[in-house]
């Protein structure tokens, strides 16, 4: 068994530059391999996993000595050969995966003995091995604000910022979409939302509606996107594409609350963080009836609960969606036995894996 008083070692993965695929590899080795791009774009939200995540898991090209095997850069959009050769590999020495997938996607990842991290995921569809993963872009607060949530007083109407997309912002552009077929149902459950509360006047809407998708936005489109985040207690937050939205993690670090459209998504360490708690939770198929769910919420805080309630969503970022904390949480549950029974129900792995094995 394992003493909970011991300091096991970090998890052991097997994986090598050998087996890159012509796609940027998993955050996981940035602190060893270095950081892609997007460091430089993000650089507030990065800077502290670049710095003390060495040591969190160690690093071998002996398969024989692995704990877990990684495929460097995870899962891909058609397919990952290089992941399927390593399952292979991996299933000749009866050890475990772990797979990431950044994709709006979610089709099936034809590898069974793997714990799976994607971003796009359905509760009502996800396999046992399957968990969410956040996506992440930018740490709001550091990089637009002070680093701190902001204390103001409570409004008497709740202030609810959004800034981007929606299935359309006037009539002419719901004609012309709507003959173009481009109006996409999460885009549709967008402006609903955002319809509904401007029409409200027990709402502050602080709404910024743009004509494209503003993924590839320029530095002043995102500025622009940040200050209205910054600016508002709550934060309208619904799915794009894929079924899980940038914008909640983005939400959760600038310390606004999000108003959440809930569409059956799967969020990351569900069993610890109390999602309901802290967000205004909308069913999906309520969404018309989303500006009671705000004012609801709204009544039951004064100021300082407010204020409270807002540090302590940033807190929950920072304590574990935050990379450093994803990954330290990672590495904690790579060592957890109920992790690998999961993967293998009938066979107690720790028998197998060659560092882990305790009297």
């Known amino acids: 068994m394992i003493d ?37 774009r993000f650089r507030d939200l990065f800077t502290d996993f670049l710095t003390h995540g060495k040591g969190l898991f160690t690093l071998t090209d002996d398969p024989a000595s692995a704990d877990f095997f990684l495929p460097p850069c995870g899962w891909q959009d058609g397919g990952s050969p290089q992941a399927l050769r390593m399952a292979d590999l991996a299933a000749q ?27 796009s995921i359905t509760a009502a569809n996800a396999r046992p091995n399957e968990h969410a993963w956040p996506a992440w872009t930018c740490d709001v607060l550091r990089t637009y604000g002070t680093g701190r949530v902001e204390a103001r007083a409570k409004s008497s109407r709740p202030k609810v910022g959004y800034c981007g997309y929606i299935d359309y912002r006037n009539v002419v552009e719901r004609a012309q979409r709507t003959l173009r077929r481009q109006i996409a149902p999460w885009s549709k459950l967008r402006g609903e939302a955002v319809r509904t509360l401007a029409a409200a006047p027990d709402i502050n809407t602080r709404f910024v509606l743009r004509r494209r998708f503003a993924g590839n936005a320029n ?25 899980f939205s940038y914008r909640l993690y983005e939400a959760m ?16 360490f569900d ?9 205004v939770y909308v069913p999906a198929q309520d969404v018309h009836g989303i500006v009671d769910y705000v004012l609801e919420f709204h009544s039951k805080h004064e100021t300082d609960s407010l204020i409270m309630h807002r540090q302590r969503i940033r807190a929950f970022f920072d304590e574990h969606l935050a990379p450093l904390a994803f990954h330290r949480r990672l590495s904690k549950l790579l060592l957890n036995r109920e992790t690998t029974s999961i993967l293998f129900p009938s066979t107690d792995v720790y028998t197998t894996l060659p560092h882990m094995k305790r009297d």
Do not use: K, Q
Request: aromatic share 14%; hydrophobic share 40%; net charge negative.
């Open 4 to 40: 909970p008083g011991e300091t096991s070692p970090p998890p052991r993965l097997f994986t090598s530059r050998e087996w890159l695929e012509p796609a940027e590899y998993v955050h996981l080795l940035w602190p060893e391999w270095g950081a892609s791009h997007w460091h430089d």
């Open 93 to 119: 020495y009866g050890r475990p995966m772990v797979v990431f997938y950044n994709s709006d996607f979610e089709g099936l990842i034809p590898i069974d003995n793997a714990l799976i991290f994607r971003t």
């Open 219 to 243: 530095a002043m489109e995102r500025e622009e996107y940040a200050r209205n985040m910054l600016a508002c207690d709550y934060a309208l937050v619904a799915r794009g594409r894929g079924n």
């Open 253 to 268: 670090s600038a310390g606004a609350i999000p108003v959440f459209i809930d569409t059956d998504c799967r969020l990351p």
């Open 271 to 279: 069993d610890v963080i109390p999602y309901r708690e802290l967000f």
